[in-house]
């Protein structure tokens, strides 16, 4: 991934702007992206940030509010399989979520579902 441009970087491009050059003006001379500039600028006029936003995705899932009955679920049925998992939370709290994403909020819970086969 890759990292974000300097506060300094664009504060030029931002200045640059506002003293009469265009954003696309201003990414051509500073070398970056022009839809880059162009957010940078509208972000400043519309709300006067000029800081970049925090990236990534936030720390939380879909799933959050539903935890403990998932858990609960998954200890009254300890065999249940993902999909099935997925459609009785669907049928039972208008829920719906993709594999991935249950299953990242099942290993985030110490949860997996990979069976052993020396045990079977």
């Known amino acids: 991934m890759a990292r974000s441009y300097s506060q300094d970087l664009r504060d030029r491009v931002i200045d640059a702007a506002f003293s009469g050059k265009s954003a696309r003006g201003s ?17 400043v006029r519309e709300t006067g940030e000029r800081t970049a936003r925090k ?5 939380h899932s879909k799933l959050d509010p539903h935890r403990d009955f998932l858990l609960k679920l998954i200890e009254a049925t300890p065999d249940m399989t993902i999909s099935e998992l997925l459609e009785r939370l669907a049928a ?29």
């Open 27 to 43: 990414a051509a001379h500073f070398g970056i992206g022009v839809a880059t500039a162009i957010v940078w600028v509208r972000r």
């Open 55 to 59: 990236r990534g995705q936030p720390p």
């Open 92 to 120: 039972e709290r208008g829920v719906k979520a993709s594999r991935s994403t249950l299953w990242t909020f099942l290993d985030r819970c110490g949860l997996t579902f990979k069976k052993n086969r020396a045990r079977l």
